[in-house]
């Protein structure tokens, strides 16, 4: 009997008018050691620069593209995402970039472990404009209660673990198809932090500890620009899921529990062991981690 092709992987990059960052963005997908098993689609939103040129000169490389007006980045996304029906899937928006083991960290995971259904990078890279990395946030951990009420949106004045990172995200098609295989388009800016909400309601989210990922900080980009009403939609979304989150937040004594999970959370990252007897560890859930063991040379599912 004939063995099975190794399962495929959807990457989407939608673009407009980025043509200065394009190059970059697809060449760090097709560079990949294993991009042999990627469906690689381009949704080009009828750029006016030379974006066309570059995808077209790049083409031989995709299993679609296209340039028309579109409804906006996220319609242009779940658009591309329709073109290919491979099991694993990710987006990447123009301006950004995988780290070069990116994809072959990403299907070996969801190759080895069935059970995973969607993984983040624990340390998304920030670059400058002209790409050169300057910095890392940690993301220690995700859980659905912190995430519904608050853990993970920075701007609320609040303690927090930091956003989850689209760039640094991809998940299973059966996971995208059980919560609709759709984004909010009720959204403008938070349609990312939505589809998370839905997914945290069918599956954890497991941390990778290496990065998968650089975010290109421009000054243009959307989510700098727009902070605050990015901030407001990711309220209008907890509070869908949560009715009490608004109340929940505004307390102050509510502050301390994020605290103690947002310190708690990074001592078991850097491993500060000696400091956890100080903390309540019932605000301290297990992190959902996936470690290399070198010795069976494959990954596996530590809760920390």
Not at 15 to 27: D, H, S, T, V
Not at 131 to 153: K, L, Q, R, Y
């Amino acid at each position: 009997m004939p063995e099975r092709p190794p399962a495929r992987m959807t990457m989407v990059t939608v673009n407009y008018n980025y043509g200065k960052y394009l190059r970059e963005c697809m060449q760090s997908i097709i560079s990949q050691p294993d991009f042999d098993r990627v469906d690689y689609v381009v949704m080009d939103g009828g750029s006016t620069d030379n974006s066309v040129e570059i995808i077209e000169e790049l083409s031989p490389h995709l299993h679609h593209w296209q340039s028309a007006p579109d409804k906006g980045n996220y319609d242009a996304v779940a658009n591309g995402f329709a073109k290919s029906d491979a099991p694993y899937m990710g987006w990447l928006n123009s301006d950004d970039m995988l780290t070069p083991w990116a994809l072959r960290t990403v299907l070996e995971i969801f190759d080895q472990l069935p059970g995973v259904r969607w993984i983040t990078s624990r340390f998304p890279l920030i670059a400058r404009e002209d790409g050169t990395v300057i910095s890392t946030e940690i993301m220690p951990g995700v859980d659905a209660w912190g995430f519904a009420h608050g853990e993970h949106i920075k701007t609320l004045g609040r303690p927090h673990n930091g956003w989850i990172t689209q760039d640094a995200t991809f998940w299973r098609r059966d996971l995208w198809d059980e919560v609709g295989g759709k984004f909010d388009d009720s959204l403008e800016l938070a349609c990312d932090f939505e589809l998370w909400s839905r997914f945290l309601q069918h599956a954890e989210l497991y941390t990778v500890p290496t990065p998968l990922s650089i975010y290109r900080a421009h000054g243009d980009n959307k989510a700098i620009a727009n902070r605050q009403d990015y901030s407001d939609e990711c309220v209008e979304v907890l509070t869908r899921y949560n009715s009490e989150f608004p109340e929940w937040i505004k307390d102050p004594d509510n502050a301390t529990i994020l605290r103690a999970r947002a310190t708690g959370k990074r001592f078991k990252v850097i491993q500060l062991k000696k400091l956890q007897h100080r903390l309540d560890e019932s605000h301290v859930p297990p992190l959902k981690t996936i470690r290399y063991n070198e010795a069976e040379k494959r990954y596996f599912v530590r809760d920390e």
